[in-house]
Every structure is written in structure tokens, then in C-alpha cells.
């Protein structure tokens, strides 16, 4: 089941936060957040586990719903550098697995 | 470059030749994954190897499709009789074993295109 992305785009001025959701339908293990600009390959930014973590990388963070099985993204005072596709990626149960990736989030940032 | 590899990073071909790409992985890692991306979508999951053992294939992954991974270090994907609907960019991504997470890293990509 792939995982919901929301919203589709997003454009900001330079400096604005952003939220982006992904949202599964199944229960999840863990949830693995990538950026990916064009022509490149996708970038780790960051993981999170079943029970409601939430982690912080520079001014990204991100949380895990367990109970929704939702996870929120957050980009704060945005730079220009954070441009690009955001894509979720889901694991079902612990191991190993393979990612099931959302369709994506553009995000837009303007000077 | 300590990162994941791959090559060819573009390969254009006729339908129906067979094509062959190649995947490094980050050296410590013993897991190594295949993914495909076509415009506008998320990567889709192909399949991965734990060392050299393939333990999960996707029902994308048809039987044109078919992949290595000889001695638990680099991989290789080879499609046959390829088709205008294999054109997409195929992804590697590595990760190391660990008791909680699976961080995968993913590799440039090589950007096949079947005419």
C-alpha cells in the first residue's frame, strides 16, 4: 500500500516553514524521509521508528504518529537549498524491507 | 568517493537488446537494494540481497528481469528483450545491517531509455 503524500506542492518564500504528511493506511515499522532534486539520486534525511519518535536534523525535523500511522515532516525557516522532491518511504515490519515510496511533495523555494 | 556507485549512468538501447547495469555498494554494507523511478513517481521497490542471497523480489520485477549479487559486493541488473516500458531510472541503494534501522543510501541512478 503505497503511503499518501500531502500536500503535492508546496511554494514558499525564503525563510517560511513547511509541513509535509505521509500517511499510510497499514501500520507501519518505520517511516524514511528523502529529498531528491532533479536528476539526482534520492537523498537520506532521515528515519523514524514505530512509537512515536520524533527526530531533528539542522532546522528538518520530523514526527511519527504511531496511532495515525502518520508522519509530518517540518522545514523551518527555509533556504533555498531545501528545494526539490520530498519523498516518505514506509516499512511494514522490521528488518530488512524494501521501502514503499509516496508520490512525492515538490517544494519551491523563491528568494 | 565512499558512496554508492553505478554505471552506466545513462544507456540508451533499441527495443528488444539486452541491457546490463551495475551497482557498488557503500563497502561495509551488506544489504543492497534495487529500485525503478519513472517521471513524476516515487522509486518502486524491485528487490534486495542480504549478502549474496536475493531475499525478496517484488511482482514488478518480471522474468526479463534477473539479478546478481555474486560475492556480497557489487550487484548487477540485466534486463532482456528490453521494452519501451522499461525505460525509467534504475536505482541502487545500500544499507548496513543494524538491530533497528534500515538507513538506505542510494547511488546516482542509471537512466535507461528504450527506443
Known amino acids: 500500500q503505497q503511503p499518501v503524500q500531502s500536500p503535492q506542492a508546496v511554494i514558499l518564500r525564503e525563510g517560511e516553514d513547511a509541513v509535509i504528511n505521509c500517511s499510510s493506511s497499514?501500520?507501519?515499522?518505520?517511516v524514511h524521509w528523502y529529498r531528491q532534486k532533479h536528476g539526482e539520486a534520492p537523498v537520506f534525511l532521515m528515519i523514524?521508528?514505530?512509537?512515536?519518535e520524533q527526530k531533528g536534523h539542522d532546522k528538518i525535523s520530523a514526527s511519527f504518529n504511531e496511532k495515525k500511522q502518520q508522519s509530518s515532516l517540518y522545514l523551518t525557516a527555509s533556504q533555498l537549498s531545501y528545494s526539490g522532491t520530498y519523498f516518505c518511504?514506509?516499512?511494514?515490519?522490521?528488518?530488512?524491507?524494501?521501502?514503499?515510496f509516496g508520490k512525492g511533495t515538490h517544494l519551491i523555494i523563491q528568494p | 568517493d565512499t558512496g554508492v556507485s553505478q554505471n552506466p549512468r545513462h544507456k540508451i538501447t533499441k527495443r528488444g537488446q539486452n541491457v546490463t547495469f551495475r551497482c557498488d555498494p557503500i563497502?561495509?554494507?551488506?544489504?543492497l537494494y534495487w529500485y525503478r523511478q519513472t517521471l513524476g513517481q516515487g522509486p518502486e521497490f524491485l528487490t534486495y540481497?542480504?549478502?549474496?542471497?536475493?531475499?525478496?523480489k517484488s511482482r514488478l520485477l518480471s522474468d526479463r528481469f534477473s539479478a546478481e549479487r555474486p560475492k556480497g559486493s557489487f550487484s548487477t541488473l540485466e534486463i532482456q528483450r528490453t521494452e519501451q516500458g522499461d525505460s525509467a531510472m534504475y536505482l541502487c541503494?545500500?544499507?548496513?545491517?543494524?538491530?533497528?534501522?534500515?538507513?538506505?543510501?542510494f547511488g546516482p541512478g542509471t537512466r535507461l531509455t528504450v527506443l
Open positions: 541503494a545500500s544499507s548496513l545491517k543494524r538491530a533497528s534501522y534500515n538507513e538506505q543510501f
Open positions: 497499514k501500520a507501519l515499522y518505520s
Open positions: 523514524l521508528l514505530k512509537g512515536g
Open positions: 540481497f542480504q549478502n549474496e542471497a536475493q531475499l525478496e
Open positions: 563497502s561495509e554494507h551488506n544489504r
Open positions: 518511504g514506509t516499512e511494514r515490519r522490521g528488518g530488512a524491507d524494501g521501502l514503499t
